[in-house]
């Protein structure tokens, strides 16, 4: 049995993306379609199958990754049902760039347990995923957090980046102590829909003592971006290489963050570890960088 279409008003959603890099619509499924995609979370959670690969998260809980190319036919029916939707497709399709990878793979996460080191980021592959909720969701149990607005500086931070020879690594893409950004956080019950753009800072919300996490989400990738290891010797690997001069004029924080000197510090530390030529863009424990401009700021830190 068909479960019902999802009708999303492609216009108004690819508008709210460009906007805020951010579009929910609470308890959009139904909830016979709740409780099918329930279903096949708890299979792929139990069990092995070909394409699917499942992991235990680091004082957290369990999640999976299914490949779709990988699937045969006929597997996982209502994931497939719904990401691969033609409303979906046609948000994607509409609001990323052609030679985008739409539903490239499938995530899986059930939590039990909030981590203390989940940080607020923007991914290192830039994608647009389509995420649901499984569960009602609210600030207890980890409703999704997001800076709207962010995505459009983190976009331009990325382009600069890898222009002056900056590799995946050393992508400044996490918030460290002393960094602020203001955000939001997404709750709704079960069947809610979450469409955002990765290069937005998000993470997940904290959870209390006894709540559970569970969702379920779809990347899908935009084009020409590196790759996280190139091979030795390849046209990548040379222009990330730290002897490649043009290198010192990547970036190393997003312009638009509120630092302290303890942010400014705290990111220069972050960059040495990663390995980055001229890692300390000011002296260690010199004076913060200025605050910037973003419409986004939180100005009370």
């Known amino acids: 049995m068909a479960l019902p279409s999802i009708n999303l008003d492609i216009d ?38 070909k394409g699917v690969k499942q992991s235990k998260q680091r004082g957290r809980g369990r999640s999976f990754r299914v490949k779709y190319k990988s699937l045969e036919n006929g597997t996982l029916p209502a994931c497939r049902e719904v990401f691969f939707c033609e409303n979906f497709k046609s948000i994607a399709s ?8 739409i539903n490239s793979d499938l995530v899986g996460t059930y939590d039990d347990k909030y981590p203390s080191f989940i940080f607020d980021h923007f991914d290192t592959l830039r994608a647009l995923k389509f995420m649901i909720y499984l569960l009602d969701t609210n600030q207890e149990n980890g409703a999704f957090c997001y800076a709207r607005g962010t995505q459009i500086d983190n976009a331009q931070l990325r382009r600069r980046h890898f222009r002056f020879g900056g590799s995946c690594e050393s992508l400044p893409k996490v918030l460290v102590r002393g960094d602020f ?23 997940a919300g904290k959870m209390a003592d ?9 990347r899908c990738l935009f084009p020409n971006q590196p790759i996280k290891h190139p091979k030795k010797f390849s046209r990548q690997w040379f ?28 990111r220069a530390a972050q960059l040495r570890r990663a390995g980055c030529a001229a890692a300390c863009p000011w002296p260690q424990g010199g004076p913060a960088p200025q605050p910037g401009s973003w419409r986004g700021l939180d100005p009370g830190g």
């Open 181 to 203: 950004v203001s955000q939001e956080s997404f709750t709704g019950p079960a069947g809610t829909v979450i469409i955002f753009d990765t290069e937005g800072f998000h993470r």
């Open 239 to 266: 222009w990330e290489h730290r002897l490649n001069p043009v290198r010192i004029f990547a970036p190393k924080a997003p312009a638009h963050l509120h630092s302290t000197s303890e942010g400014a510090r705290g």
């Open 210 to 218: 006894g709540t559970t996490r569970r969702i379920i989400r779809s």
């Open 94 to 101: 509409k609001y990323m760039p052609s030679g985008s990878r």
């Open 12 to 49: 108004h959603v690819v508008n709210c993306l460009n906007a805020d890099g951010i579009y929910m619509s609470r308890g959009l499924l139904g909830e016979e379609t709740v409780r099918k995609l329930n279903d096949e979370f708890d299979l792929l959670l139990a069990h092995e199958f």
